[in-house]
């Protein structure tokens, strides 16, 4: 019990290091080797650099993005967290389908994440998943064209 508090103590501590601006801070969370998966739009990434570019995206397109836990749950060497991120389109956002320029539209996202933590406290691997469709509707974009025509 005293692991599964710990590691749910972890994750918490890195979502608020995300909301504080500290991208070193969160990803030093994250194993050398982890991977990270954007659920929603099948993008992996490995190692503490490419994780720290994936999360340091959503904090330049949304600069005072911050995330609260809804709610949590640690068992074994498992983290769930469910969160809203919430935040301003501020910055340009890099997405699969294409740039898309600040609109200054403030968005609000649930979002769950999955977290295997190792022995060392270390995230090995994460899977995160998010309603793609509603931040895209809430930034405005509603098809590739017109995400395109925004830039």
Known sequence: MANEKENARLAKEA????????LN???QHFAENAKFISMPTGEAFRGRNE???FIGNFK???????LDISQQVSCGDQV???????GTHKGTFKTPMGDISPTNRKVEVSL???LNVNSDGKFTEAHL????ASLMQQLGVTN????QNMR
């Open 15 to 22: 979502y608020d290091l995300f909301s504080k601006g500290d």
């Open 144 to 147: 590739l064209a017109e995400a």
């Open 80 to 86: 769930v967290t469910e969160f809203v991120a919430k």
């Open 112 to 114: 769950c994440e999955t």
């Open 25 to 27: 801070g969160t990803v």
């Open 60 to 66: 330049t397109a949304f600069p005072d993005m911050k």
């Open 129 to 132: 998943y998010f309603d793609t």
């Open 51 to 53: 994780i720290q570019g």
